[in-house]
């Protein structure tokens, strides 16, 4: 509007400018301009000039607020643009959100459900009307091919958690304490002969007895755990059915917060009570045991078979690189409080230098004192060896020992002994080697301390796995003695057995083996030795088959 006023100023000034001149000649009679005229209009002609000023000043500001005008609409436009980066940033984030949500939503409600029927099933449980298990699953993977993973003895199951059978049948659950049964059987055909044996005698190929074993596992997981189980049948006592193993293991201590330092100190160690096969050497791992027998890929165990079942407690340690346990036991199968006896102790060491390569030692010592019992380091396989009516029979089948063919290089009176193990693994190879010593005193006070068996033992096998279901395997064994029942020698005995084994499922497998077994150089004052007499080089050989059954 300013703008407009000025301009029309402007227009009237220069026209009254113009018709000045032509109003004096309007009239011939006018008279002249005055000095006085041109004064006035020398004042209007600066007036102008002034305005003329004043007008393009006003029009220098108008183009300058053009520039600043044009300046903020640039930037609102900017202003504008980052605006709508920043919502779509939002948009963007806002969706992930709204995903992120609706995820954790839903897990919620997917734990809230699981823990419910958890829950129902419990109360099912209880009162009769169902269960939570997985005899279903455990049936119906029973007849399930094996896999490459599934092979004889993988690292993860050689630790004292694994001092049992797996049991994958759940048959109830209470609260969070969860109920497993296992059981195994098998059934076995010999065709042995034995040979150099005074009084000598002949035996026929016919089946053994059918083993079995049958075992239960409550545990409330990442806490504690308690396992039993009992031999329906063995060779020893093929019409007898009766305890092996009962012991605890407590992870965490119950009634104690987590939070506690003992619970915290629980985080790295493990405590064991009760009647169990002590950790001596890592054989346990590899042996048959009655009719669970999965682990062993051979059917007989080797020559020289440290295991016993003692009651006591260990303390073992659950986080590596380097493991270690220590136990402390009675030093005896069954309770026995004779004055004078100590208690057992033995300890291990073991961890993996690389991830296919397991290596361990043990040691043992035991002094009974002047007890009647005896420590049974090597002889106290309550089940009785896989090879059945060896060297231990008199000639009216009278059963002297139910160890068959193996050596027990002990009396079990003062004993010390020592092992080292080895195991390698890395498909389709597996091998597993032992080294051991062993020392044992006299039980009389004259003879006290004085060496009355001294062995040097060991064994190797390897295994050769052609498929997940078809593996080959061969094992040496052997046994040096120092002395035997107090008599220097330098006798030995060694054993070889060839096979192969074939699961025809996950549950089911058989076994085919050869073996034969040698006594060598052992003089006339060595007497018997393990059922035979030594200095005649008695042996066996043979061919033994073996389908087993487990879950």
């Known amino acids: 509007m300013k703008r407009e006023h000025t301009t029309w100023k402007l227009v009237a000034i220069a026209a009254a400018m113009a018709l000045m001149p032509v109003a004096a000649t309007w009239g011939a009679d006018a008279t002249a301009p005055t000095a006085q005229d041109y004064q006035n209009l020398q004042q209007k002609y600066q007036q102008v000039q002034k305005e003329l000023s004043t007008v393009s000043k006003d ?113 109830a659950q209470y609260g969070n304490m969860q109920l497993y049964m296992g059981f195994w059987t098998l059934g076995r055909v010999q065709a042995l002969q034995e040979y150099n044996l005074q009084p000598s005698r002949g035996l026929n190929p016919n089946f053994q007895t059918p083993y079995a074993n049958l075992s239960f596992l409550a545990t409330i997981p990442h ?129 993996y230098p690389t991830k296919n390569l397991r290596l361990s030692a043990s040691v043992y010592y035991a002094d009974m004192g002047d007890s009647t019992d005896v420590s049974d380091l090597y002889a106290a396989t309550r089940s009785g060896e896989p090879y059945n009516n060896l060297f231990g029979y008199g000639p009216s089948d009278t059963i002297i020992t139910d160890d068959d063919g193996q050596i027990a290089p002990q009396a079990g009176h003062r004993v010390f002994a020592t092992q080292g193990d080895i195991t390698y693994e890395k498909w389709p190879f597996e091998s597993y080697s032992y080294v051991g010593w062993t020392q044992d005193g006299e039980a009389n006070q004259t003879g006290r301390g004085t060496p009355a068996e001294r062995w040097l033992y060991g064994s190797s096998n390897v295994v050769y796995h052609i498929n997940p279901a078809l593996y080959l395997a061969a094992q040496y064994s052997y046994a040096f003695a120092g002395a035997v029942n107090g008599v220097d020698t330098n006798g030995w005995v060694d054993r070889i057995q060839v096979g192969a084994g074939y699961w025809l499922t996950k549950s089911i497998l058989t076994k085919l083996e050869y073996v034969q077994e040698q006594y060598h150089a052992f003089g006339s004052n060595t007497g018997v030795v393990d059922g035979a007499v030594a200095e005649m080089g008695p042996g066996f050989n043979g061919v033994v088959m073996e389908v087993s059954f487990g879950f």
């Not at 605006?83 to 984030?93: D, F, M, N, P, V």
Request: net charge neutral; proline share 6%.
């Open 59 to 171: 029009v220098a500001a108008i183009k300058g607020q053009q520039a600043r005008l044009k300046r903020q609409e640039a930037a609102i436009k900017r202003q504008q643009a980052a605006l709508k980066k920043r919502q779509a940033k939002l948009k963007a984030a806002q969706a992930k959100v709204n995903a992120t949500s609706q995820q954790a939503t839903n897990e919620a409600v997917q734990h809230l459900y699981n823990n419910v029927v958890a829950k129902s099933q419990n109360v099912a449980a209880t009162q009769g009307t169902g269960s939570s298990n997985t005899i279903d699953d455990t049936v119906a993977n029973l007849f399930a091919p094996p896999t490459k993973d599934e092979y004889l003895s993988p690292f993860k199951d050689e630790n004292p958690d694994h001092m049992r059978p797996d049991m994958h049948m759940q048959i």
């Open 223 to 351: 806490e504690f755990d308690m396992f039993a189980d009992f031999y329906i049948a063995t060779p020893g006592h093929p019409s007898t059915t009766y305890g092996d193993e009962g012991w605890l293991v407590f992870k965490q201590f119950p009634g104690v917060s987590h939070n506690s330092p003992i619970n915290a100190l629980m985080d790295y160690i493990n405590v064991k009570v009760g009647a169990f096969d002590i950790d001596f050497g890592d054989n346990n791992y590899h042996r048959s045991k009655n009719a669970w027998v999965q682990n062993n890929p051979l059917i007989g165990n080797p020559l020289v078979d440290p295991s016993t079942e003692e009651i006591g407690g260990e303390v073992y340690s659950v986080k590596g690189p380097v493991y270690w346990l220590f136990g402390v036991s009675n030093g005896s199968t069954t309770g026995h409080y004779d004055y004078g006896a100590g208690p057992g102790f033995h300890g291990k060491i073991w961890g």
